[in-house]
C-alpha cells in the first residue's frame, strides 16, 4: 500500500487553544494528516519516537473512518469514558511500541 503523506505544523493555533484547555504545555493534534504542535519543534517533535508514532496512529484512524466521522466518533468517546478510556488513545498507546506502524508513512 502507497504511504500515507503527513504534515507538521508548528505554532498551530488549534493546539495551543486544546493545550490550554487540557492543561499541558507540550501537545501534538491530528487533524486529517497534519500534525498541530504546540510548545514543541519539529526536532523535539520527531525526536521522540513514541510520540511520533501515537500521533501517526491518529493519522491512520482519520484514514479509516473520514475527517468527520473520526472527530464526532473521537469526541463522543471522550463525552461517554473520558480522554484516557477513549478507545482511539487506547488503540494510539498501544501503537508507540509499534515501529511497523511508521512504514505506512512519509512525514514532509
Ligand atoms: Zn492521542
Redesign the pocket.
Known amino acids: 500500500m502507497k504511504p500515507v503523506t503527513c504534515y507538521i505544523k508548528e505554532r498551530s493555533l488549534l493546539a495551543r487553544l486544546a493545550a490550554r484547555y487540557m492543561g499541558g504545555n507540550q501537545i501534538a493534534m491530528v487533524i486529517g494528516k497534519t500534525i498541530h504542535l504546540h510548545g514543541a519543534t519539529r526536532e523535539d517533535f520527531l525526536s521522540h519516537k513514541w510520540w511520533v508514532r501515537?500521533e501517526i496512529c491518529?493519522v491512520m484512524q482519520y484514514r479509516e473512518l473520514g475527517l468527520i466521522p473520526f472527530l464526532w466518533k473521537y469526541l463522543w468517546e471522550c463525552a461517554r469514558v473520558g480522554y484516557y478510556a477513549n478507545r482511539f488513545?487506547v488503540e494510539?498507546r498501544a501503537a508507540e511500541h509499534n515501529s511497523a506502524i511508521m512504514e505506512r508513512v512519509v512525514i514532509v
Open positions: 501515537h491518529h488513545e494510539a
